[in-house]
């Protein structure tokens, strides 16, 4: 099976420009299942219905989120549906949805897995413990994580201790595409982060004047998304579905007129 993933969708920029791209790259990479990461895609961060929308009436199949999942209330009656929006799996029992979402391929089934890490993070039940815990409920081969975390070297860690149990694990949260894809001994599909989808020249999907005055000045800054120039970045991942094992995995930059895989 054929695969995408999209890094954290960033405000009606990055909805509206993925919205605007993703019928081409599902043309152009025969892609089976959309993934995307929504937990900033309303203005002022967080998810909301309106923004979730725009992600499934651009193509996106299944949205994750991460440490802003509950931040705005009204997605939490969607979360607790259960309709292809997750939060991380190892937030408390009591927070609303689910990090879990198995999509029927009808040949195969496909498993989601939300998780968030821990370091430099909000403390919550560890991510390591979580996964060994529900795995064996897991009764298909093919499964991607979606690792919301912000060290390296904690995504890098779950990544090599779920190498062979799991298709894929994707990195999300610091916006900033890393170089590091690559199919692990076992046949797991990685990458550190996959970036994200919004304005080029932002700060992380923020204008750039204020997150500069924020760090020059230490002052409270009203933060406001980028909304010129989009970009996005992703992945393209393949999975032997019969095994479970990914065969390839590809980043994908789309700016501006360029092509997907970045080319004019």
């Known amino acids: 099976m054929k695969l995408l993933f999209f890094g954290d969708v960033v405000g ?14 599902k043309r152009t990479y025969q892609a089976d299942l959309v993934i995307a990461n929504g937990e900033n895609s309303a203005e002022g961060n967080g998810i909301l219905p309106g923004s979730a929308d725009q992600l499934f009436h ?22 607790e549906e259960q309709r292809g929006i997750l939060r991380p ?7 609303p949805g689910s990090g879990v979402y198995l999509v029927d391929m009808l040949k195969y089934q496909f498993c989601v897995i939300n998780l968030q890490g821990v370091s430099y993070l909000d403390p919550i ?6 996964i060994d815990a529900l795995l064996p409920t897991i009764h298909t081969p093919n499964i991607l994580v979606d690792f919301h975390a912000e060290a390296t070297a904690e995504k890098l860690a779950l990544g090599y201790y779920l190498d062979g149990r799991v298709s894929a694990v994707v990195g999300t949260h610091t916006h900033v595409q890393t170089a590091d894809e690559r199919i692990l001994p076992g046949g797991t599909a ?11 020249h932002s700060v992380l999907g923020v204008r750039q004047d204020l997150a500069i005055r924020r760090f020059r000045t230490q002052l409270p ?6 909304k010129e ?11 032997n579905e019969k095994t479970g094992r990914a065969v390839n995995i590809q980043r994908i930059f ?6 997907p895989g970045g080319k004019k």
Not at 125 to 130: L, S, V
């Open 190 to 200: 990685y990458i550190t982060d996959v970036g994200m989808c919004g304005g080029y």
């Open 58 to 79: 651009a193509g996106v199949d299944v949205i994750t989120t991460g440490n802003h999942a509950l931040r705005r209330r009204e997605i939490y009656d969607l979360l």
């Open 125 to 130: 039940a560890n991510p390591f413990d979580t």
């Open 229 to 239: 120039d989009p970009a996005l970045w992703g992945v393209f991942i393949e999975i």
């Open 221 to 226: 800054t009203r933060f406001e998304n980028e």
């Open 12 to 25: 009606s920029l990055g909805c509206h420009f993925l919205q605007q791209k993703l019928p081409d790259l």
């Open 254 to 259: 789309v700016h501006s007129d360029l092509r």
């Open 89 to 95: 799996h190892n937030f408390h029992s009591q927070a």
